[in-house]
């Protein structure tokens, strides 16, 4: 590879699938402290994630954006490596089937005989589905696509 930019070498991978594997210039994580941007030579640590968006700036300059639901997150050096419970390519996601999803987890949330195991699942589902709605928006927003 010929840039004179460092870059930092980044791996997303859940139980089904390696979602991303690639040289970055930065990336943003959601993590249970709080979103963190990590350029190359951050400090190495290991967070917990949260549900959100993670957003990446490409050697190229473009931005790739993943919706991710819980795992973790370690930082070395110049590499990230993120264990997933779910992460998908904004690219790939169907904003009609998010949406889909969603209203029918809400109707469910709305079921008289749920306990709290059952309703903590249900938002759970919801939390995921605006993930994947976020990141979807953001990645049109980022790359100008209407």
Do not use: C, Y
């Not at 930019?5 to 249970?32: C, D, G, M, Y």
């Not at 957003?55 to 490596?81: D, P, Q, R, T």
Request: proline share 3%; hydrophobic share 45%.
């Amino acid at each position: 590879m010929s840039t004179d930019k460092k870059t930092i070498k980044f791996e997303i991978v859940t139980p089904e699938r390696i979602v991303l594997k690639e040289e970055v210039l930065q990336a943003s994580v959601p993590t249970q402290s709080g979103e963190i941007t990590v350029l190359p030579d951050h400090i190495p640590l290991v967070a917990i994630l949260r549900t959100g968006v993670i957003e990446l700036k490409k050697i190229s300059g473009e931005n790739e954006v993943i919706s991710v639901s819980g795992g973790f997150v370690e930082v070395m050096k110049n590499k990230i490596v993120i264990l997933a419970d779910t992460a998908e390519l904004a690219v790939e996601l169907d904003e009609a089937r998010i949406e889909e999803a969603k209203k029918k987890a809400e109707e469910m949330k709305k079921w008289k005989d749920i306990d709290a195991a059952q309703f903590a699942e249900i938002s759970g589902l919801i939390e995921k589905q605006l993930a994947r709605s976020k990141a979807v928006k953001r990645w049109r927003n980022l790359n100008n696509i209407k």
